[in-house]
Nanobody, 129 residues
């Protein structure tokens, strides 16, 4: 299983970026997929996730600004990021839970790093003020 993240870059505050994560070896429609980020000197934190049934979860600070989506035919997930802020600056990672069509779990499951078995290499997002 391989995850390839792309789409990061430098953007001014208030701007937008769309991150992509191409998956090989699994169908994104059958797995929980997530986006995490890690800023310098900080722990990796949850950003957004999507269950196989399409249900989505977001960290509070990105609700209304970020949208996670997927293209099943391309086995790719996306993170559309709008109204970016300097505090969104981080390396963004995509991740995949190897469980096939995971049953419903409490919401903490989807934001827990230990849920995810495979990780992409990360893509840098820098938001200037």
């Amino acid at each position: 299983v391989q995850l390839q993240a792309s789409g990061g870059g430098l953007v001014q505050a208030g701007g937008s970026l769309r991150l992509s994560c191409a998956v090989s070896g699994r169908s994104v429609s059958n797995h929980v997929m997530g986006w995490f980020r890690q800023a310098p000197g900080k722990e990796r934190e949850f950003v957004a996730s999507m269950r196989s049934n399409g249900r989505t979860f977001y960290m509070d600070s990105v609700k209304g600004r970020f949208v996670i989506s997927r293209d099943n035919a391309k086995d790719t997930i996306y993170l559309q990021m709008d109204s970016l802020k300097p505090e969104d600056t981080a390396v963004y990672f995509c991740a995949l839970d190897a469980t096939f069509r995971s049953p419903w779990r409490e919401s903490d499951y989807y934001s827990d790093r230990s849920t995810y078995d495979y990780w992409g290499q990360g893509t840098q997002v820098t938001v200037s003020s």
